[in-house]
């Protein structure tokens, strides 16, 4: 089994739920009806930071139709998917902290009066001073909190020093600081939240539908917040709409239907509006940075030194993870014997920043790989001469003590170089005309769980018997980028059968096995640690049985194509049913079971060998990398940045299935083509946000798709199982930066604030010809 | 408020449903008629998850009145594969294509290709580009979208020629 020669893995499969999907036939929680099911609606504050004086919903009680409203009075257990900094609650308690907070949900008949019951309840406010800037909110702090017990304002500061960066800075020939800043986005997934719950006070179970990608920690949450012991909840996930990190925590539609439920008996349904999206975000932290890089006369990175404040919103989400995130994105995938980072993520009244697709490395990504394009224009090279130069190879440790057990990324950087014609473009094309090169990485998992705990990340369960044939059992969840198919394909090149015939029961946490949830792009490889290792169970018993049906040795039998083979004398084969068959008579049914943990590495500084707060983060088992050459149109008229052409090249180590790698790399480069040129969250002074539609929220539509050219380099991890690495967050990384390489090439202007847009481009035009 | 009865044609099956006159189209089909394929990404029009098929033509169910519907013909996701079950050639591109992944801007995607290609059978990049400009989609980034829709033309042309 190990090696490439693969059948199942590698192959560009369609996805197994994609027949439901294009027949309209996938039910997604919305879909789903129950009997004597009541509707859930949230009273939202209309404030951005008040103390709540005063809640009456006599009125909206006594409205006909209407079930049962709660407040934060019901649920006042803090929640939080990082638990040393849990401070969220359902439904604002004494005070709300953004615009659009929760502060009572009623259940209903039906929505309509639901809404109309909203409308009832009555909230008094005291207002408060609204801190909508992090700058302002710790300037503040001594006169207003936005959190009692954060004196700062401040959720959490970190100092990480590796190395002697002050020294390193003072021997460098090129040095270059700016300061970058990226906007406040959203995940814009196309189904909003949506949870459905169902509490029988006979059994005393819940069950919770919901959209979500991690249903553990959804499932920890709960038990929290309603306060009840983890099995007796059941999370599970219907077809989910995408998530991006956006679905990557509870969301307050989940605890408001699991509370309505148990308050009146029946299943509530809470579903967002659009607004309901925006309003209460989770998107990505806007970063106000500061970098430094340095270079010594031969182009080698020196050091880098970064200062990064996080606006983090009223609560502490993913916050100080995402915080951490950033500092170890500054550490690969260029070698940097000496940096520091100090960085602060903040509390302002505004809706929480949390996990967004590629988090915590886009922002210093930005600003990383703009400064190198500057440095090598300095020292008169090629930016592609100064990034092959620093890049990792496989095999690096950082100063870190991050890992790189294989990279393709010089392979990466030389394909997109290639197959662009960038060195014969950069610098030479008319003004308007500019190509912009950047590169990237992306963790596939992290070392440690949220919580502390030592239990394996993943457990996959495969279950083998002439009923159902092969069914694959784990919590992982397929928000749409496909593990579901994955899956199947790595269970099926072991167990020597079709993908078609394995069945992948997942987002479910009572019928599938362990697993942390889809994020840090880790499913792929987390779940093929595990599948690898369940499988080869379940061969091992069919080697035993089938050598007797054979008059063969178990160990000098293998399987493909559903049949087992003697590989010395091959015409002895057995078809693999008929094996089963005889297994599951005598014995049984079959099951198989394996465990992913990973690699637990220490966060120190290794020229002291000393532990540095927070570099736990960062760690994962491999790293996919990712390299853009992206070339753009500069309408100097108009200021509109126009993207011609994508040219990318890709490690995800071995692709399980290409097809679906590729979608995952251009719906990133889109993805993030948005926030480069269009996205940002507008909040007027009060704190109300702006544009909470997608009218006036821009993301990217098939218009804006230029020319896309990926390549999915050869590569293999043999230390990854099936040689895999993540695909779904690498790409990211690099296509703001090559945009804004890009334009500056195209005007010779450095823009160092997201999005670039066409008044930011027309102004910096304007003020170059006044020079 | 005062319901009224209307009688919609949906996938060629009669309906008579009561609606109020702020009835929508989309929670009609949803919720009153129960098919629940066609999907509210917005609920204000932009983003096109909600896109049915009314008398041939793409509207927008969630800005559609069902009061203002009566007696229109109207195909949603559920009613385009065949009698038999066959997928639709635009269903079996998408499929083929890589051009589903979260699926939930698929059934609007799908029904307003069907309304490009019963139009223009052969359209360019740039027709199939304008065709779908109204309709989101956050996962694929549209490049297999644009491809699979092409591919669909194809397979419908040939199909035809037999």
Redo the contacts between chains.
């Keep these: 089994m190990e090696g490439k020669k693969f059948s199942q893995v590698g192959r ?1 499969v ?2 197994i ?12 929680t ?2 789903m ?1 129950m009997a004597r099911m009541a509707h859930g609606k949230i009273k939202r504050s209309t404030y951005a930071h008040a103390f709540i004086k005063n809640i009456d919903y006599s009125k909206a009680l006594a409205l006909p139709g209407v079930l049962a409203v709660i407040t934060g009075e019901d649920a006042p257990n803090k929640w939080g998917i990082v638990p040393q900094t849990a401070n969220e609650v359902t439904l604002a308690v004494d005070k709300v902290r953004f615009h659009g907070e929760g502060v009572a949900a009623v259940a209903a008949i039906d929505e309509e009066t639901a809404e109309e019951a909203l409308d009832l309840i009555e909230v008094e406010y005291e207002p408060l001073p609204v801190l909508l800037d992090p700058f302002e909110s710790m300037k503040r702090a001594g006169e207003i909190l936005i959190h009692e017990n954060e004196p700062d304002n401040v959720l959490h500061q970190g100092e990480q020093l590796f190395g002697n960066p002050d020294q390193a800075f003072a021997g460098c020939k090129y040095v270059l600081e700016k300061k970058f800043y990226t906007s406040y986005v959203n ?6 939240h949506s949870s459905l719950a169902h509490y029988d006070p006979q059994n005393g179970q819940l069950q919770l539908w919901s959209s979500n990608q991690v249903p553990h920690y959804l499932h920890r949450q709960l038990s929290i917040v309603m306060d009840m012991p983890m099995n007796k909840i059941r999370v599970i996930l219907p ?4 998530g ?1 990190g956006g679905k990557g925590e509870a969301s307050s539609s989940d605890f408001c239907a699991a509370l309505l439920s148990r308050k009146t008996g029946r299943p509530v349904r809470v579903t967002y ?2 607004n309901e999206v925006f309003v209460t975000n989770k998107g990505r932290h806007p970063c106000h940075m500061k970098m430094k890089i340095g270079l010594d006369q031969n182009g080698y990175i020196q050091a880098v030194d970064f200062d990064n404040t996080l606006d983090g919103g009223a609560y502490a989400g993913w916050g100080m993870v995402v915080m951490f995130y950033t500092t170890s994105m500054i550490h690969l995938p260029y070698k940097v014997p000496n940096a520091r980072a100090r960085v602060r993520r903040v509390y302002t009244n505004k809706p929480t920043c949390g996990a967004m697709r590629g988090l915590g490395g886009v922002q210093p990504r930005y600003a990383m790989e703009c400064l190198l394009d500057e440095l090598a224009e300095m020292m008169g090279v090629s930016a592609y001469e100064l990034k092959m130069k620093n890049a990792v190879e496989s095999g690096y440790r950082s100063v870190s003590n991050l890992h790189v057990p294989h990279t393709e990324y010089k392979k990466c950087l030389q394909t997109v170089v290639e197959n662009s014609g960038y060195l014969e473009k950069h610098g030479k094309q008319p003004f308007g005309k500019g190509i912009g090169l950047a590169g990237g990485y992306y963790i596939s998992g992290t070392a440690y769980t949220l919580y502390l705990s030592y239990k394996p990340h993943t457990t996959v369960l495969i279950r083998v018997d002439t009923e159902g044939g092969v069914t694959v059992h784990c919590a992982a969840a397929d ?4 593990c579901n198919t994955v899956m199947a394909q790595m269970a099926a090149e072991v167990l020597g059968v079709n993908y078609e015939d394995v069945h992948v029961v997942s987002g479910d946490t009572e019928l599938g096995t362990f697993d942390l949830g889809s994020f840090a792009s880790r499913v792929t490889y987390a779940s093929g640690v595990a599948i690898k290792e369940a499988a080869r169970q379940i061969n091992d018993k069919l080697f035993e049985v089938a050598a007797g049906m054979l008059s063969c040795r178990a160990e000098q039998l293998e399987v493909r194509d559903r049949r087992f083979y003697s590989v010395f004398e091959p015409k002895k084969n057995i078809e693999w049913e008929k094996v089963v068959d005889v297994y599951t008579n005598t014995v049984g049914t079959l099951t198989g079971i394996g465990h992913f943990s990973p690699p637990r590495l220490k966060g120190i500084d290794l020229t002291r060998g000393e532990r540095v707060q927070g570099a736990n983060i960062g760690h994962s088992p491999t790293f996919g990398f990712s390299a853009q050459a992206i070339e753009v149109d500069v309408d100097v008229e108009t200021g509109k940045v126009r993207v011609t052409k994508v040219t990318e090249a890709g490690d995800c180590g071995q692709a399980v299935n290409p ?2 790698v ?2 995952q ?7 993030t083509l948005g926030q480069a040129l269009y996205e940002e969250m507008h909040l007027d002074e009060d704190g109300r946000m702006m544009n909470a ?3 006036h929220y821009k ?5 804006e ?1 230029p020319e ?1 050219d990926t390549t999915i380099v050869d590569s293999y991890d043999p230390t990854a199982p099936f040689g895999v690495k993540e695909s779904g967050e690498g790409p990211v990384q690099p296509t703001i930066p090559a945009i804004a390489n890009a334009v500056y090439d195209a005007i010779g202007v450095r823009f160092t604030e997201l999005p670039i847009t066409p008044e930011k481009v027309l102004k910096a035009l304007k003020e170059k010809q006044g020079k | 408020m005062k319901q009224q009865l209307i009688q919609l044609e949906i996938n060629n099956q009669l309906y008579e449903i009561p609606v109020t006159p702020r009835d929508l189209l989309v929670d009609v089909i ?1 919720k009153k008629v ?14 096109g ?1 909600c896109t049915v098929l009314m008398d041939g033509a793409p509207v927008l169910s969630c800005l559609t009145l069902a009061i203002t519907c009566q007696g229109r013909k109207i195909i ?3 009613g ?2 065949d009698e038999q079950g066959a ?1 639709h050639p635009i ?2 591109s ?5 051009a ?8 609007g995607m ?1 029904l307003t290709t069907k309304a490009l290609l019963d139009k223009n059978p052969h359209p360019d990049q740039t027709s ?3 065709g ?15 491809e699979a829709i092409g591919a669909a033309a194809d397979r419908i042309a040939t199909r035809e020629v037999k």
């Design positions: 560009s369609t996805r739920d994609g027949p439901a999907k294009v027949k309209g036939e996938a039910i997604y919305d879909d009806v995940h814009a997934f196309l189904e909003p077809a989910v709409g995408g991006f509006d659009r928000i749409g980028q496909g097809m679906s590729e979608g790399v251009e719906g990133s480069i889109m993805f539609c997608l009218h993301v990217p539509t098939v218009m798709l896309m | 949803r129960g098919i629940t394929g066609t999907k509210k990404g917005c609920g204000e029009g932009d983003c998850a949603t996701i559920e385009l594969a997928l269903q079996q998408f499929l083929d294509h890589g589903v992944q979260c699926g939930f801007c698929t059934p799908i199939i580009k304008r779908i400009a109204g309709n989101i989609c956050r996962c694929t980034g549209y490049k297999k979208i644009v």
